[in-house]
């Protein structure tokens, strides 16, 4: 499969569809993409699970694909070997997060410049989450105290390409939503050519930060990131740690389905596809997927949007035995 951006369909609504009129996408000529992230697995089973999570979503071509980088910068070593193996064994862009948590200056540029020089061209750069157990984020006495900083030491060490976080919500520390967002364009302005958003299940709250976004000056593609929810007692302790909010009508859709996993994931599948298909109607044209390390609900989602592997073939299950 060839490098880059290999995604070549407008989304096209089901016919009769209940939003019909409302969701019809303007083709705005450009390609749909999407981008699909990892985390870098622990254990044999959980590498087991992500390659074969990797090798069924390879087929449909994106953009790049992203692997995190552990709260606390606990898997620098995994994030680095995970990301060298999909550059050596698949056509796919690699992406590598990297984080400013305790670490100082010259060691995450060195390892910055290790990426560079093992090939890897683009980087999601963060401040990083605080080690597990830790509630506030201590920058080392010799380190980076903002992604902006980061993002501009990076531009120093090579010509990375490189993504940021955007928190539509507002990130929860930050002093108000409009210090967030001069934040972001900090971030911007240090080097970074992409945002990619917290995940967040009102469309219209994206709306209005992308609005607010451009009134400041950011050019720059804000690819909305996300979520597809398959257990939605984990997202509730999840959302309020990083400040995304969940609306009453997606609590009501998983209701009842606690002890029902086959049901919770056509709802996810259908949210999710419903969410984007109301983006595109508003000019999106990439998404970043949170796969969670499982191919089913992301493949499904980018399918039914109309994002495809020009050969289809190739996304064929392999035989049984
Ligand atoms: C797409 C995506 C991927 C992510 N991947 C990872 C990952 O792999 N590993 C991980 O640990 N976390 C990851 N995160 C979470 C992220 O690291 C955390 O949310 C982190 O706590 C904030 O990182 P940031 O890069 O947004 O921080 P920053 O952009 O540095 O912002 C952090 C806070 O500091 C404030 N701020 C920034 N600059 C200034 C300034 N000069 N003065 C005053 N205040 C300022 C901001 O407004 C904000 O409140 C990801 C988040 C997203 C959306």
Request: net charge positive; proline share 7%.
């Amino acid at each position: 499969m060839a490098r880059g951006p290999t995604l070549h369909t407008d989304a096209r609504l089901l016919p009769g569809d209940r939003l019909g009129a409302a969701v019809v996408a303007p083709s705005s000529g450009a390609p749909l993409a999407g981008s699909f992230e990892f985390f870098p697995p622990k254990t044999e089973k959980q590498s087991a699970q992500l390659w074969a999570a990797i090798v069924r979503l390879a087929p449909v071509g994106p953009r790049f694909v992203s692997v995190t980088y552990g709260a606390g910068g606990s898997t620098r070593q995994r994030t680095y070997d995970t990301v060298r193996r999909i550059l050596r064994e698949t056509d796919l862009v690699p992406a590598a997060h990297l984080t400013c948590v305790g670490v100082s200056r010259q060691e995450v540029l060195e390892t910055a410049q290790a990426y560079w020089q093992a090939g890897i061209r683009h980087i999601v750069a963060l401040r990083g989450d605080p080690p597990e157990g830790t509630e506030r984020f201590e920058p080392h006495p010799e380190g980076y105290r903002y992604a902006s900083e980061l993002v501009a030491g990076l531009k120093q060490v090579a010509a990375f390409e490189i993504s940021v976080a955007a928190y539509p919500e507002t990130y929860p520390e930050a002093r108000s939503a409009a210090t967030d967002l001069d934040n972001l364009k900090r971030k911007i302005d240090a080097g970074a050519s992409r945002a990619m958003t917290q995940f967040f299940f009102d469309v219209d709250v994206y709306l209005r930060f992308r609005d607010r976004a451009a009134a400041a000056g950011i050019a720059v593609p804000i690819v909305p990131g996300i979520l597809p929810v398959t257990n939605f007692a984990r997202l509730v302790a999840f959302s309020k740690s990083c400040g995304a909010s969940l609306p009453d009508w997606l609590a009501d859709l998983f209701f009842g389905l606690d002890h029902d996993p086959d049901t919770r994931r056509l709802i996810a599948g259908w949210v999710a596809i419903e969410q984007c298909r109301r983006l595109i109607t508003h000019g999106v044209r990439e998404f970043h997927f949170y796969t969670l390390n499982r191919a089913e609900l992301t493949r499904a989602i980018c399918h039914a949007l109309g994002v495809r592997s020009s050969d289809l073939r190739a996304c064929a299950p392999a035989p049984v035995a």
